[in-house]
């Protein structure tokens, strides 16, 4: 399983940008996709997942209302469609995946250890 992030960029205060995570060599009906971001000198930090069959969502708190994460089945692609972004969302992007997801319960998505599938990550910067 190959994933391939792209879409990062330099964006002001207040913009927007769309994150994309195409992934080959698999079927998904169990995968959890998630996003996760790493800001220099710190941890690296959930902000979504999604299960790929049923299209459910999850957001960490600093997020909600501002992204949305969804799936593109015919184009096997995750998105991360950001809005309203804010300084403190300046961080390297990855997407995730991990193919039982579907058979654990949400309450792990945001453990950066159960995704077995990392993509390259993007480079996010908000301007001020």
């Known amino acids: 399983v190959q994933l391939q992030a792209s879409g990062g960029g330099l964006v002001q205060a207040g913009g927007s940008l769309r994150l994309s995570c195409a992934v080959s060599?698999?079927?998904?009906?169990?995968?959890?996709m998630g996003w996760f971001r790493q800001a220099p000198g710190k941890e690296r930090e959930f902000v979504a997942a999604?299960?790929?069959?049923?299209?459910?969502?999850y957001y960490t708190e600093a997020v909600k209302g501002r992204f949305t994460i969804d799936r593109d089945n015919a184009k096997n692609t995750v998105y991360l469609q950001m809005n309203s972004l804010k300084p403190e969302d300046t961080a390297v992007y990855y997407c995730?995946?991990?193919?039982?997801?579907?058979?654990?319960?949400?309450?792990?998505?945001?453990?950066?250890?159960?995704?077995?599938?990392w993509g390259q990550g993007t480079l996010v910067t908000v301007s001020s």
């Open positions: 995730a995946g991990d193919p039982s997801g579907n058979l654990k319960g949400s309450r792990y998505y945001p453990r950066p250890s159960i995704y077995n599938y």
């Open positions: 060599g698999r079927t998904f009906s169990n995968y959890v």
């Open positions: 999604i299960r790929w069959s049923s299209g459910t969502t």
